[in-house]
């Protein structure tokens, strides 16, 4: 069975730290790019970040940009997600999606589609003091 | 990296059928294929059902149907059923390699 599971929320106050992480199983992870998704409590969905097959390109939305890293390890089919400075305004819900597909080889990374697939229940991140 | 607009709420009568909109830009809705949309019900994670503007993965039900014109793209919910209210998000991949996502739309079936 396709599956993503989070790990890795709770409470923290303003200024700390907190490392989310997503294992993958059922699919073969490393063909495919990887995002996390967040929810505000009451609000819409916000794409946060995604990383390429290899791991050798990633991107932010701008309102983490310089605290947030996304991160992944292909032989343990896992996505991490290392948030600092973290403000009340990154409480939410946060998911992690499958979000593109294609293959690695010695020539690069190349991705045939762009659409998030499989998703995990999500896990749930308080910053408050 | 502004938001794709869709309507903050539609309804709809059992059998009746709903067009949610979904408007971008250049850089992301009218500059690709990549526009999705996904499902979601209260309490649980997104589902996707549709992708590439038009398609929809196994499983989901054909009353489902999506298309784009120019900046702007459409999902149609034909025959509503109650289990179709759900809050409803449109995405799209960018130029810049992002995600987008759309405000969120709630479908009331009366």
């Known amino acids: 069975e396709v599956q993503l599971v989070e790990s890795g929320g709770g409470l923290v106050q303003p200024g700390g730290s907190l490392r989310l992480s997503c294992a993958a199983s059922?699919?073969?992870?490393?063909?495919?790019?990887m995002s996390w998704v967040r929810q505000s409590p009451g609000k819409g969905l916000e794409w946060v970040a995604n990383?390429?097959?290899?791991?050798?390109?990633?991107y932010y939305v701008e309102s983490v940009k310089g605290r947030f890293t996304i991160s992944r390890d292909n032989p343990q089919k896992s996505l991490d997600l290392q948030m600092n400075s973290l403000r009340a305004e990154d409480t939410a819900v946060y998911y992690c999606?499958?979000?593109?597909?294609?293959?690695?080889?010695?020539?690069?990374?190349?991705?045939?589609?762009?659409?998030?697939?499989?998703w995990g229940k999500g896990t749930t991140v308080t910053v408050s003091s | 990296q502004s938001a794709l607009t869709q309507p903050a709420s539609v309804s709809g009568s059992p059998g009746q059928s709903i067009t949610i909109s979904c408007t971008g830009t250049?850089?992301?809705?009218?500059?690709?294929?990549?526009v999705s949309w996904h499902q979601q019900h209260p309490g649980k994670a997104p589902k996707l059902m549709i992708y590439?503007?038009?398609k929809r993965p196994s499983g989901v039900s054909y009353r489902f149907s999506g298309s784009k014109s120019g900046n702007t793209a459409s999902l149609t919910i034909s025959g509503l059923q109650a289990e179709d209210e759900a809050d409803y998000y449109c995405s799209s991949y960018t130029s810049g390699n992002t995600w987008v996502f759309g405000g969120g739309t709630k479908l009331t079936v009366l």
């Open positions: 250049s850089s992301d809705v009218g500059g690709n294929n990549y």
């Open positions: 590439d503007v038009s």
């Open positions: 059922g699919f073969t992870f490393n063909h495919y790019w």
């Open positions: 990383i390429k097959q290899d791991g050798s390109e990633s």
């Open positions: 999606a499958r979000s593109g597909g294609g293959y690695c080889s010695s020539t690069g990374c190349y991705t045939f589609y762009y659409y998030m697939d499989v």
